[in-house]
């Protein structure tokens, strides 16, 4: 997946092709309502080199759910994550993990 291997890689302007403009993300702490809202907010808060390991994933005509552990060098964390795309572009995100134990 794409936009897991750029975002792991720390690659944000690599995300920037992969989403629509009027992305609609929705997550445990942000909510975004551009790509370029959601672009900026990473590069100001860069999400840093981390790992994955894909779980499941579920695709449907429109929909892609991603079920993965989300690796970095301090903890691994379980992540789902729902995608709706249009016109080969992610429109909407769903990011959901449990986030009591970040700071």
Known sequence: M????????????????????????TGTFHT???????????????????????????????????FYEYRKTDRTMLIAQLFKITERKIREMLVVFDGRDIT
Do not use: M, N, Q
């Not at 897991?4 to 302007?13: T, V």
């Not at 995300?15 to 993300?25: I, N, S, T, V």
């Not at 907010?41 to 892609?64: F, M, N």
């Open 2 to 25: 794409a936009y897991l291997r750029c975002f792991c890689a720390g690659d944000i302007d690599g995300l920037e092709p992969l989403l629509a403009a009027d992305l609609a993300f």
């Open 32 to 66: 975004f309502h551009s790509a370029s809202e959601y672009l900026d907010s990473l590069r100001s808060d860069p999400p840093g080199k981390c790992g994955y390991k894909l779980l499941s994933v579920t695709e449907d005509k429109d929909t892609v759910a991603v």
